[in-house]
């Protein structure tokens, strides 16, 4: 790589802690998240109710791609983030349904 003069060098450090901020931020709401579909699946086990629900996902799926196109962000990944996210609510109602809690791993 070449080397770099000062003036890039910190608009790089700059953008990067904008960029760790971000992350940081989303890391966070991503828990605030967990948190509230965990109780949805402690209240789908206390009412024996199935641990995915097709049409919510579905109905968020397609919200989530309109709220992406607005955003200028690929409908496609927005969909693959919200798929990702999904399975690991489902495994996690699953776990709740099966064992009454989430086996979460320590750092």
């Known amino acids: 790589m070449a080397e770099m003069d000062?003036?890039?060098r910190a608009e790089l450090a700059e953008l990067r802690q904008s960029?760790?901020?971000?992350?940081?931020a989303l890391t966070h709401l991503l828990a605030e998240r967990f948190k509230a579909t965990q109780r949805v699946?402690?209240?789908k086990a206390k009412r024996g109710l199935p641990p995915?629900?097709?049409?919510r996902e579905?109905?968020?799926t397609?919200?989530?791609k309109?709220?992406?196109i607005e955003a200028q962000?690929?409908?496609?990944?927005?969909e693959k983030w919200f798929n990702f996210v999904v399975a690991e609510v489902i495994h996690h109602h699953e776990q709740i349904a099966s064992t009454g809690t989430i086996t979460t791993p320590q750092p």
Do not use: H, W
């Open 41 to 43: 699946g402690r209240l």
């Open 58 to 60: 579905r109905v968020q």
């Open 6 to 8: 000062d003036e890039t």
């Open 62 to 64: 397609a919200r989530l």
């Open 52 to 55: 995915s629900d097709p049409e």
């Open 19 to 24: 960029i760790d901020n971000i992350d940081a």
């Open 66 to 68: 309109a709220l992406a």
């Open 73 to 78: 962000l690929d409908p496609a990944f927005a």
